[in-house]
């Protein structure tokens, strides 16, 4: 479980609950089931309209990245690749073989089966470097479904504003419904800037900082695949690894 994620939802929805309350409002008020269809249904049909359907399935299932995100930790990978990388000086590549069957990471994997297959270094690096580049950019449109959706969510808040204040126009001599449609105008505007900042653009912020994590492992995997297919020496190999948890760390 990703703890800074969920102490974050909670701590801003507790934050406006919390002020609400202490102005002397009611927590009823501010539930307003109309309000909730425009924004949330303006939204999602404007998010719609704007990417295809296969990238927002992808961006509901990478929600759940966000609460059990499994961040991969580069110390770890830069010890498997030097372990490797003695046993490839030791016994040869083909040593290599039952090792492979035992890594977890896909991308590892992979890089570790195309230099023991007998790949060309050039062909290896090309390889690695194009599937990472691909995996990017579809991660960056994930977070991109999110970013747009948050830039949605204000104005269709306004749009529920305004048929609530419409609703009041139209009925001033009703005071049962001027209280109705006042609430609806400005609940709505609170769920979409709400639900835009709370929500939905830290969401699109916290993807982009676990994909730039693992853009930086991946990237220590590569030139890690590269060392051991080279014959670099495991001491020079860790040092040049280094580099990527230095850099991580500032």
């Known amino acids: 479980m990703d703890r800074s994620s969920m102490i974050g939802i909670l701590l801003g929805v507790a934050v406006v609950m919390g002020g609400h309350l202490f102005e002397g409002g ?46 991969s930790d580069p110390e770890v990978y830069m010890k498997d690749i030097i372990r490797y990388s003695k046993i490839a000086r030791r016994h040869g590549l083909i040593a290599l073989e039952p090792e492979i069957s035992k890594i977890n990471d896909y991308f590892l994997r992979k890089g570790m089966r195309l230099v023991v297959d007998g790949m060309g270094p050039k062909i290896v690096k090309e390889t690695l470097q194009q599937e990472n580049i691909t995996y990017e950019e579809k991660q960056r449109r994930i977070a991109k479904v999110f970013e747009t959706a948050g830039g949605f969510a204000p104005p269709i808040g306004i749009v529920g504003a305004l048929l609530g204040l419409i609703q009041v126009m139209q009925n001033l001599s009703d005071r049962s ?70 850099g991580d760390k500032g």
């Open 26 to 71: 009611k927590v009823t008020a501010i539930f307003q089931m109309t309000a909730a269809v425009i924004v949330i249904g303006g939204t999602a049909g404007a998010t719609l309209l704007s990417f295809p359907l296969s990238d927002l399935l992808k961006a509901a299932a990478s929600l759940r990245n966000i609460f059990l995100a499994e961040t």
């Open 177 to 246: 419904k001027l209280a109705s449609g006042i609430a609806v105008a400005l609940v709505a505007t609170i769920y979409g800037v709400g639900s835009a900042n709370l929500i939905l653009l830290p969401i699109s912020k916290k993807l982009i900082h676990i994909l730039n994590n693992t853009l930086t492992v991946r990237e220590m995997v590569i030139e890690g695949v590269a060392g051991i297919q080279s014959g670099l020496n495991p001491h020079y190999l860790e040092e040049k690894l280094r580099a990527f948890l230095e």
